[in-house]
């Protein structure tokens, strides 16, 4: 009996299914990377859990570091799109910021999430590539948390920036407490996620806020 595994062959793809197609390289990818670091992930086992050939996946993407760059691009726009959202109603901008803040570390809270990035950091350490792309990756998330420190320090909701710094120390705070979360360090600060995210808003606010 034949026991050769037919490939699934994606062909000419129609226009309307060719971002579907690549989503679907996307979704794992993003699972190989995470499930089997950089290294342990190649192309060709992407092909076969997807039972596709080789040449489908290169024909979109030219290497593993493409395909890496692809998975984080994706993933922050969609993180974007969320930020647009918040960004775009009629609140105060503190508050949106607040919202923004917390939109931010609940991305971070997703283990899928955690576990990729994690990965892609621990790879820019030997890679220059990876390391510039990474940059490029954050500046591009972090530019709508910008956008709304400055509008809160035109509406001297807060005291002063520079937007960037201000952001960045934010973000760092946000972070850390991911970091303690997922580490499970009983020093995170708090019982539940809201807990811990009050606590580093807050602390924001004491530095950057504008006292009454």
Known sequence: M?????????????????????????????????????????????????????????????DKIALLDAVAKRDTERFRSRLAEIQAQSEPAIDRLERAARA????????????????????????????????????????????????????ESLAFGPPNAAAAILVDLLEGAVTRIRHGDTMVGGETFQDVFLLRWRTFLAAFGRSS
């Open 2 to 62: 034949d026991q050769t595994v037919k490939r699934r062959s994606l062909g000419r793809p129609r226009k309307e299914t060719v971002q579907a197609i690549e989503n679907e390289i996307l979704d794992a990818a993003q699972e190989l990377f995470a499930r089997q670091g950089f290294a342990g992930t190649s192309i060709d086992g992407l092909a076969t859990k997807l039972q596709i050939s080789k040449h489908t996946v290169y024909r979109r993407f030219a």
């Open 104 to 155: 931010y570390f609940d991305h971070g809270c997703v283990v899928d999430n955690a576990v990729f990035y994690l990965v892609a950091s621990a790879e820019a350490v030997h890679s220059d590539d990876i390391r510039k792309l990474f940059v490029q990756w954050a500046g591009r998330a972090l530019e709508p948390l910008i956008e709304l420190v400055s509008e809160a320090i035109s509406e």
